[in-house]
């Protein structure tokens, strides 16, 4: 299993980030895939997951604000960041829960200024 992000950057508040999870390594169809996140001396954080059938889901922080999706095609999970925060500063993981078992990716940070 190979997870790998991209995307992430700095932006000032109320602004916009597409975040990308490369998926290799696993039938990619067939799994809900997550994003979670941990700020800066904090724990980890989930933010949003989407199933193999496509329905979404997200953390009430986020709720509106970010949206999840999935091109099975290209073995991609998406996470558009529409007006960030401040306290959206964190590094973002994708994530996949297989067998029993977390895979993650290696992150990627994403900074927003006020």
């Known amino acids: 299993v190979q997870l790998v992000e991209s995307g992430g950057g700095l932006v000032q508040a109320g602004g916009s980030l597409r975040l990308s999870c490369a998926a290799s390594?696993?039938?990619?169809?067939?799994?809900?895939m997550s994003w979670v996140r941990q700020a800066p001396g904090k724990g980890l954080e989930w933010v949003s997951a989407?199933?193999?059938?496509?329905?979404?889901s997200y953390a009430d922080s986020v709720k509106g604000r970010f949206t999840i999706s999935r091109d099975n095609a290209k073995n991609t999970v998406n996470l558009q960041m529409n007006s960030l925060k401040p306290e959206d500063t964190a590094v973002y993981y994708c994530?996949?829960?297989?067998?029993?078992?977390?895979?993650w990716g290696q992150g990627t940070q994403v900074t927003v200024s006020s």
């Open positions: 994530k996949l829960f297989r067998g029993g078992e977390n895979y």
């Open positions: 390594g696993f039938t990619f169809s067939s799994y809900a």
């Open positions: 989407i199933n193999s059938g496509g329905s979404t």
